[in-house]
């Protein structure tokens, strides 16, 4: 099976990649290693990839629809569609990143799937940030979600839209996937693991919002993964052939008690500048996983005592 992998030099882009390499896939990654963080850290991905002989790698924006359209001959039967401008904090910074890349850039992919003759199945990612501030939880996918609190928010509610809508229009079967705060080896360096974890080993204070009084649903990237690949491998084929998943841990940690086991991991206590609730962020996240499990058999097994050390293990032998 020929994928294409949008954002292959990100985060869960990079494991997924990964997962499918070792199964026996053929992979064509697309990236445009912008620089919102450390590219360093992207190239390195990359290089473990391109170990790979079913692997090739293409440096493109996907807003950029003169190159990217002309992939639609290059022979893939499914399409992981995951690069986006991440980060709902810098979204009040640079709000311009985000039409371009998550508005403009996934109507350039459902274009793309649209031109690609033998595509068996669309899968995007989107968010768990589209509920808002949602006060019932878990966050289910009967809940409203058409008040975001944040830009990022907005561009990935759009997403979802636009995917329904060429499922209906085009019979494309398209799968989003509502990512519930990944975390672990390779992650990003402006989420909480690998910030906390840097700020702490340099003495430095690590800022915690809304007083410590946040719960998110923290899910390894192995169990992530895990859920990509199982939604992969089966497109939906109601009418239209549209459907999203949350993929999460389906379990609400308190933040005070995700650094308490990464002091632990560290061997170090962390010095905490408490402060208000930011714009644009929501207190709580928690995920009812119940038809990912029902249709995938979805089942998030890492708790953040596993995957927090694991993480640790491996920032310091990349940070050496």
């Keep these: 099976m020929r994928v294409l992998l949008t954002g292959v030099a990100g985060f869960i882009g990079f494991h997924v990649a990964n997962a499918l390499l070792s199964r026996g896939d053929e992979v064509c990654g697309i990236d445009n290693l912008n620089d919102y963080y450390e590219v360093s850290l992207k190239e390195a991905r990359l290089d473990q990839l391109k170990s790979h002989s079913n692997f090739k790698f293409h440096k493109l924006d996907i ?16 399409i992981i569609h995951l690069a986006a401008q991440a980060g709902v904090r810098y979204s009040l910074v640079n709000p311009y990143a985000y039409i371009a890349s998550n508005v403009m850039g996934h109507l350039v992919m459902c274009e793309l799937a649209r031109a690609t003759p033998k595509l068996e199945h669309f899968v995007y990612a989107s968010s768990s940030s589209v509920y808002g501030g949602n006060k019932k939880v878990p966050f289910a996918l009967s809940d409203k979600v058409d008040q975001p609190v944040s830009l990022y928010a907005a561009t990935k509610r759009s997403d979802e839209l636009m995917s329904s809508t060429y499922a209906h229009l085009y019979q494309i079967p398209c799968t989003g996937l509502r990512f519930f705060t990944v975390y672990g080896p390779w992650g990003r360096p402006d989420m909480a693991a690998y910030l906390f974890t840097k700020q702490i080993l340099a003495d430095q204070k690590i800022s915690v919002f809304n007083q410590g009084k946040m719960k998110r ?9 895990k859920g990509v690949l199982a939604v992969l491998d089966k497109p939906p084929c109601g009418q239209p052939p549209a459907q999203i998943y949350n993929l999460g841990n389906s379990r609400a940690e308190n933040l005070m008690d995700f650094i308490a086991v990464l002091e632990n991991a560290l061997g ?3 010095k905490i ?7 644009g962020d929501v207190p709580e996240t928690y ?19 596993e995957g927090i050390p694991n993480f640790v293990k491996w920032y310091r032998h990349y940070h050496k």
Excluded: N, W
């Excluded at 500048?273 to 714009?279: S, V």
């Excluded at 996983?289 to 005592?305: A, L, N, Q």
């Design 273 to 279: 500048d408490m402060q208000p609730m930011q714009p």
């Design 268 to 270: 170090k206590k962390a």
């Design 287 to 305: 995920a009812d996983i119940s038809e990912s499990t029902r249709d995938f058999g979805y089942k998030p097994m890492t708790k953040i005592s």
């Design 63 to 78: 807003a950029d629809k003169a190159a990217m359209l002309p992939l639609a001959k290059s022979g893939a039967t499914r």
């Design 217 to 225: 649903d923290f899910t390894y990237i192995d169990d992530a993964v």
